[in-house]
């Protein structure tokens, strides 16, 4: 929100300019909260000290006297990088106007925009009128630098927003045309998918034509390098020494300044700077706010930054990639530095890269929903295992009616044509899956047939409709139409899902997909239980019209106590204990609802598991039998199981508020992630996703899929059962027809999050909202616990 014009006398003049300064984004986050800066640092030492190696961000190395220290830096004689680019910008600043051609720059991490001078005096020669907005996160440097600016810049509207600069990229369309300065080699700080996601992010907020000027420090003799980072004033010293000087003023870690020591050196085979604090002797780092702990032993180092050296050709091919456009290269006399100006191009892919893109999708997931029936036989195609499931055919024929429906209707309406679908035995509000064993349904030759038809329906409307269609063409409700294309793949994947439930009730049969990995084994031991979610706002939910659900939207404020929340799913170790606690005859664990389920059900552990005689535990899956594994997550628990186990555990369901901030949220950011681990799609390094392992990976396999708070496995492996009750988000709008979601409201139905194994990577995201009745057990569905704090 607009904080009002900041005033400063003009020199020479009684008129008094003005700047604005904002905050960036439509909903306000509290971002200049002290106590939210202070718990966002404590998090990033937690999660940066809990890697391998261990990291500490170099985002917290500027403080107020951090600030001061680099100042300091740049002026000493062995620091070339602010000398080379302040040449080059002074030399080539009319060029640079010239080749712009807009009169607004605006500049990410501004700090006091002193180098950014030599650009202002050619953009505003002659009195010419031009705008500048400055974006850093401390506001007091906007405050100071702009308010000189607005005095010594007459024809130059100046602003201002405070803001991380990934929260400000959500700000930039408004001011295009545009010219966008990141400048410094602060591109250097990134590593190879920080820069790509960087340059994607940046990518989607800049407007076709919009330029880029990127400053980098450009590969050249180690020496050189090393001496800039090792200086003989020692300042580099003070300057990685003030982090931890920083932690004990801040965090009350209690560490002794003189037992650590300044490292950095070039690593030539990654062309980078590496800095580190090396601890001359053992150390424990405390984090009590945190719970955590961290021993750091005597010569072990932790690393503080790293400043990477670049090729000016390889990183015009990185942009090209983004949509990036080279326009001209400057460098200074001595080639140490480079300032690339860059254009980005109209990103609309061509008619045949879209259709292609779309065919591809949707062949990867009929490919792999023919895979999992391969190895059926036709009895088992046809026949309904028990009243919560559909016979398979029935959800084959389902895929291939919802697509020739919707590729007919090409989303021109809200709401299903209820005259027709009264007679189709493929409609599911019509027919409940009780009823559906009774249907007249097809054989295999005919399923497939259907699936086959719908299919070419589709390839041919693709077709037709690219070959007419205009860029700005869009579906009812405003979303594009290729969200027709998502839709269609995704509620194919969501099946698919569903027949492997099927499949894995089916009593009798031995089942061997044609592709089987087994679950990952940990990669790391967690070294604590939970995490601390401190108090504040946060952004739920998505705007995202290309392919999110109706359910998932609008984003919208919530705020939040402070809270805790497991850093891993609850594992069969775990729930064992509960089990033979004798967690299933204790009354006072259970809520009404869930003792009678109880009762009625005679369950006395999960689905799938089974006690030998000699008081062992395996498990059943798949035509497969194997001792229960302790360390993976439980599965196949309902809601009523799942919140006794919390209750017996002294603990509680999470809200699934409370579990998409301990997903998405990045605190220091001020932005939700659209994965745990960042924006970058899911890999296999990441999560357990895809219909691959047909069990659940071990806890602790995917450390490189933690959130920013530190949780593991909140997409992939089980879906996890929450506390909240399926309802609409403030301002919900049915999208493309109310029986997605809006008939489900109010019905009973728990929601769950995070996707499973049997979850395809298309319909998996942190938005995702998955709902079941809480007595529901057939879903690969289990949990984690979370408390108040």
């Not at 269609?488 to 009798?508: D, P, R, Y």
């Not at 319909?763 to 995702?768: I, L, Q």
Request: aromatic letters at 10%; proline letters at 6%; one cysteine or more.
């Amino acid at each position: 929100m607009p904080a009002g014009p900041l005033r400063a006398p003009r020199r020479g003049s009684e008129v008094t300019p003005a700047f604005s300064l904002e905050r960036a984004g439509r909903l306000a986050l509290g971002l200049d909260d002290p106590e939210l800066t202070r718990m966002a640092f404590a998090q990033s030492v937690a999660r940066g000290l809990a890697s391998h190696p261990r990291t500490l961000s170099c985002r917290y190395l500027y403080d107020a006297e951090g600030g001061a220290i680099f100042d300091r830096i740049t002026e000493l004689p062995e620091y070339y990088l602010t000398r080379c680019e302040a040449e080059i910008l002074r030399t080539y600043s009319r060029k640079l106007r010239e080749l712009a051609g807009c009169r607004t720059l605006v500049e990410l991490g501004s700090g006091s925009s002193m180098k950014t001078r030599h650009l202002l005096d050619a953009w505003t020669e002659g009195g010419a009128r031009a705008t500048y907005v400055a974006v850093d996160i401390c506001a007091p440097a906007i405050e100071e630098a702009c308010t000189q600016l607005a005095i010594d810049y007459p024809s130059l509207d100046v602003r201002g927003i405070a803001a991380p600069y990934e929260q400000a990229f959500g700000e930039l369309a408004r001011f295009s045309p545009l010219t966008l300065l990141f400048l410094g080699s602060s591109v250097g700080n990134l590593d190879a998918p920080e820069l790509d996601e960087f340059l994607e992010r940046l990518a989607s907020s800049l407007s076709p034509g919009d330029g880029f000027l990127l400053g980098i420090d450009l590969v050249k003799d180690e020496r050189i390098l090393e001496a800039a980072y090792n200086d003989s004033a020692r300042l580099s010293d003070a300057f990685t020494l003030n982090l931890f000087a920083r932690m004990n003023r801040e965090l009350g870690t209690r560490l002794n300044l003189r037992e650590i020591e300044h490292v950095a050196y070039y690593n030539a085979s990654l062309e980078r700077i590496e800095i580190y604090a090396r601890f001359k002797r053992e150390a424990w780092i405390e984090l009590p706010e945190l719970g955590r702990s961290f021993r750091v032993a005597a010569g072990e180092m932790v690393r503080t930054e790293i400043s990477r050296k670049f090729r000016a050709a390889d990183v015009q091919a990185t942009a090209a990639r983004h949509g990036f456009r080279p326009v001209q290269t400057f460098t200074d006399r001595g080639r140490n530095f480079a300032l690339l100006l860059m254009r980005l191009e109209r990103r609309r892919p061509s008619r045949e890269s879209r259709i292609l893109a779309a065919e591809r999708e949707l062949e990867a997931v009929r490919a792999r929903t023919l895979e999992l029936i391969a190895p059926l036989a036709d009895e088992d195609l046809a026949r309904q295992v028990c009243p919560l499931m559909s016979p398979i055919v029935w959800d084959l024929g389902h895929i291939a009616s919802f697509e020739a429906q919707w590729i007919g209707r090409g989303l021109v309406t809200s709401a299903l044509d209820r005259d027709a679908d009264e007679n189709d035995i493929y409609n599911p509000i019509v027919h409940p899956r009780a009823v559906r064993g009774s249907l007249y349904l097809p054989d295999r030759p005919g399923a497939l047939e259907l699936l086959q038809r719908s299919r070419c329906g589709t390839l041919a409307r693709l077709r037709a409709r690219e070959s007419t269609e205009r860029p700005s063409t869009s579906t009812a409700g405003g979303a594009p139409d290729g969200y027709l294309y998502a839709m269609i793949a995704q509620h194919e994947a969501q099946h698919s899902e569903t027949i492997l439930q099927t499949i894995e009730l089916m009593e009798g049969i031995s089942y061997e997909p044609p592709r089987r990995g087994e679950p990952r084994d940990a990669v790391v031991t967690l070294d604590a239980q939970e995490a601390i979610i401190p108090a504040g706002p946060f952004v739920m939910g998505t705007d995202d019209r290309t392919v999110a659900y109706d359910n998932e939207r609008p984003a919208h404020l919530v705020t939040l106590e402070r809270y805790r929340i497991d850093l891993a799913p609850v594992s069969n170790g775990d729930f064992l204990a509960f089990v033979e606690d004798g967690g299933y005859r204790r009354r006072e664990l259970w809520t009404s609802d869930g003792w009678r389920w109880l009762c009625s059900s005679g369950v006395s552990h999960p689905s799938g598991w089974a006690r030998e005689p000699d008081g062992s535990w395996h498990q059943q899956a798949f035509g497969r039998r194997r001792d229960l594994v302790l360390r993976q997550p439980v599965i196949h628990v309902c809601w009523y199981e799942a919140d006794a186990y919390a209750r017996w555990a002294g603990k509680r369901l999470p809200t699934e508020a409370e579990w998409e901030k301990a997903a998405a949220w990045d605190l220091e950011r001020g932005v939700a992630r659209r994965y745990p681990w960042g924006d970058l799609p899911p890999s296999d390094e990441v999560a357990n996703l895809e219909q691959r392992t047909f069990a659940p990976s071990m806890v602790g396999a995917y450390p490189l899929g933690r959130s920013y708070f530190g949780c593991h496995q909140m997409l992939g492996d089980v879906w996890e059962w929450t506390a909240s009750d399926f309802a609409s988000y403030p301002g919900f709008v049915a999208f493309p027809y109310p029986e997605y979601s809006a008939v489900h409201f109010g019905r009973g139905y728990k929601v769950l999050r995070g996707g499973s194994w049997a979850t395809q990577r298309l319909a998996m995201r942190n938005t995702f909202r998955n709902w079941d009745l809480p007595e529901r057990r057939q879903i690969f569905a289990g949990f984690r616990c979370a408390a108040d704090a």
